[in-house]
Every structure is written in structure tokens, then in C-alpha cells.
T-cell receptor, first 108, second 114 residues
Framework: GIQVEQSPPDLILQEGANSTLRCNFSDSVNNLQWFHQNPWGQLINLFYIPSGTKQNGRLSATTVATERYSLLYISSSQTTDSGVYFCAVLRTGNQFYFGTGTSLTVIP | DSGVTQTPKHLITATGQRVTLRCSPRSGDLSVYWYQQSLDQGLQFLIQYYNGEERAKGNILERFSAQQFPDLHSELNLSSLELGDSALYFC?????????????FGEGSWLTVV
């Protein structure tokens, strides 16, 4: 299968700070998504980004498919950003592989 | 709201019992995926259906089975339940088979086996 590594595993930020989360994957993929799992367990789609750059408010993501990594940027973090951020990748004909996640805690 | 509906949201049952989890995919989506999230295993792929047919299988136990009906809703059946089956079960859907479009997850079904 495809190996998906996320870093850092844990992150504690002061409210208002910026952060970068990284996702490395071991093979070419045709789907890469970032999810936020909130404290209630809901998996919320952030980005569908197999390549290129996208922005949505305070969040943005960049995937460099040729180098097999993706970055999620969170700016001006808020306490509601707390939770676990997952990167997941899929190659046609295979399953969706999840990384082990980055646990983010934003303190006021 | 992702548009993927899962029921029930919470379920408590005893060891040895059987439960059925239900999923309604987003309107127009033909692919349905089932995932299990437990504390020690992370998010694990169980099975995928596309337009009623099983298309991919992951680490799904023989005690578990699933199907997708003609109206595209799907059910995951868990039988002879064990304590270790306690987990959050997610259903996800997408429009195609290849995964080349966004895959949307439901809110999950929390299963507790006591």
C-alpha cells in the first residue's frame, strides 16, 4: 500500500499563531484530501488537492505531486481549529490511505 | 453538512450481538466506502461499493459484511460483536469509481460493545 506520513504528530499553538502541517506519501496518487476531525469525531473536508495550491479563508494547501508531499497552512489560528488534521491519498484501483494525523491544540 | 447520512449516530450493544449501520450517500454519488476508526488502529478502510457491486476490500473481518442497494444506500452488518469492535464507523461517498473526485464523509456511527 501507499505510506502516508504526517508531521508534526502534535502541535500546540497560541491563538493567532500560524502553522504548517506536512504530509509525505510514498507513491503517485490521483486524489489527496485534507480533513479536520473535530472533538466530536466529525471528519470535515478541507481540501481536495491532488496537485497545485488552493485557499479557503485562513486555510491554504499546496501539493507538489512530483515530490510526493502536501502542506496545509493555518493562519491566525483560533481555538475552533483544534482537533486532528488528516491527510489521505488514493491511487486509482486502491483504497484511500490515511496518515496518522497531526493533533492540534490552540490555546487562548 | 457533507450530504452523507449515517444512522444510527450512537449504538451500545452487548458482545455476541449483531448490528446494522446504514449509510445514504450524497445525491448522485455511486461509490460508497466504509471505514473503521478505533483508538489503536487509526482510520482503516473496510470495503467499497460502486453502483451496487463490491469493488475493493480492505481489512474487513469475516464477521462483517456490507451491501449496496439499488437505491444506492449501503448497510454494514457487524455480527458476533466483540469488545474490540467498539469504534467509530464512517461511510463516505464519491461520484466515481476511481477516486478522482472529492470523497465526502458522513458524521459516523459510534459503536460501543459492552
Amino acid at each position: 500500500g501507499i505510506q502516508v506520513e504526517q508531521s508534526p504528530p502534535d502541535l500546540i499553538l497560541q491563538e493567532g499563531a500560524n502553522s504548517t502541517l506536512r504530509c509525505n506519501f510514498s507513491d503517485s496518487v490521483n486524489n489527496l484530501q485534507w480533513f479536520h476531525q473535530n472533538p466530536w469525531g466529525q471528519l470535515i473536508n478541507l481540501f481536495y488537492i491532488p496537485s497545485g495550491t488552493k485557499q479557503n479563508g485562513r486555510l491554504s494547501a499546496t501539493t507538489v505531486a512530483t515530490e510526493r508531499y502536501s502542506l496545509l497552512y493555518i493562519s491566525s489560528s483560533q481555538t475552533t481549529d483544534s482537533g486532528v488534521y488528516f491527510c489521505a491519498v488514493l491511487r486509482t484501483g486502491n483504497q484511500f490511505y490515511f496518515g496518522t494525523g497531526t493533533s492540534l491544540t490552540v490555546i487562548p | 453538512d457533507s450530504g452523507v447520512t449515517q444512522t444510527p449516530k450512537h449504538l451500545i450493544t452487548a458482545t455476541g450481538q449483531r448490528v446494522t449501520l446504514r449509510c445514504s450517500p450524497r445525491s448522485g454519488d455511486l461509490s460508497v466506502y466504509w471505514y473503521q476508526q478505533s483508538l489503536d488502529q487509526g482510520l482503516q478502510f473496510l470495503i467499497q461499493y460502486y453502483n451496487g457491486e463490491e469493488r475493493a476490500k480492505g481489512n474487513i473481518l469475516e464477521r462483517f459484511s456490507a451491501q449496496q442497494f439499488p437505491d444506492l444506500h449501503s448497510e454494514l452488518n457487524l455480527s458476533s460483536l466483540e469488545l474490540g469492535d467498539s469504534a467509530l464507523y464512517f461511510c463516505a461517498s464519491s461520484v466515481d469509481l476511481t477516486g478522482g473526485n472529492t470523497i465526502y464523509f458522513g458524521e459516523g456511527s459510534w459503536l460501543t460493545v459492552v
